[in-house]
T-cell receptor, first 111, second 116 residues
Framework: SQQGEEDPQALSIQEGENATMNCSYKTSINNLQWYRQNSGRGLVHLILIRSNEREKHSGRLRVTLDTSKKSSSLLITASRAADTASYFCATQAGGGNKLTFGTGTQLKVEL | GAVVSQHPSRVICKSGTSVKIECRSL??????MFWYRQFPKKSLMLMATSNEGSKATYEQGVEKDKFLINHASLTLSTLTVTSAHPEDSSFYIC????????????FGEGSRLTVL
């Protein structure tokens, strides 16, 4: 099964700064999704980008997808302390809705 | 919105006992639900795909007899960890696909299982 690799594994920034997380995957996909997880909680869907899309925005989030490089990035602009969480990319391929998750980036936004 | 409820959120049990975790889609029908396992500070590992009215599809390396999955209705899937051992201690998370919306999955809050 394909596995997304994310980097960095951990990221610590100051409030107001931008945070960029990267995700790489191995095989062709239908779409790539980003999720957020607060410690000990479930996952919250942030954004979905289809394989024929290159960039997508949602509020302070900007996601890019480069299918030739099999990579995606998530940019959070003007970060806030409340953005502190783990962020996972997940890919869907084939006909089902099975999601394969990346290794995750732990983001800490300090005041 | 789409809400998935998972219960219990925390459970402690003795070795050898069985534990059942429920996953309910509260405001939508879910033909397909997924069960994941997550180790501390690690990614989510898909255990199985739960299909309403039929047998679950297990991922390679996941013991079917150990992790029993039942999806008896369009809003409920259960995961039973049988004859639990300390190594089964983990965070189990379910997710559901809203049948009318492809792609996005909705996750429960997870269940923390501790086997003594």
């Amino acid at each position: 099964s394909q596995q997304g690799e994310e980097d960095p594994q951990a990221l610590s920034i100051q409030e107001g700064e931008n945070a960029t997380m990267n995700c790489s995957y191995k095989t062709s996909i239908n779409n790539l999704q980003w999720y957020r997880q607060n410690s000990g909680r479930g996952l919250v869907h942030l954004i979905l980008i289809r394989s024929n899309e290159r960039e997508k925005h949602s509020g302070r989030l900007r996601v890019t997808l480069d299918t030739s490089k099999k990579s995606s990035s998530l940019l959070i602009t003007a970060s806030r302390a409340a953005d502190t969480a783990s962020y996972f990319c997940a890919t869907q391929a084939g006909g089902g809705n099975k999601l394969t998750f990346g290794t995750g980036t732990q983001l800490k936004v300090e005041l | 919105g789409a809400v998935v409820s998972q219960h219990p959120s925390r459970v402690i049990c003795k070795s050898g006992t069985s534990v059942k975790i429920e996953c309910r889609s509260l405001d939508f029908q879910a033909t397909t639900m997924f069960w994941y396992r997550q180790f501390p500070k690690k990614s989510l590992m898909l255990m199985a795909t739960s299909n309403e009215g039929s047998k679950a599809t297990y991922e390679q390396g996941v013991e079917k007899d150990k992790f029993l999955i039942n999806h008896a209705s369009l809003t409920l899937s259960t995961l039973t960890v049988t004859s639990a051992h300390p190594e089964d201690s983990s965070f189990y998370i379910c997710s559901a696909r809203k049948d009318s919306l492809l792609g996005e999955l909705f996750f429960g809050e997870g269940s923390r299982l501790t086997v003594l």
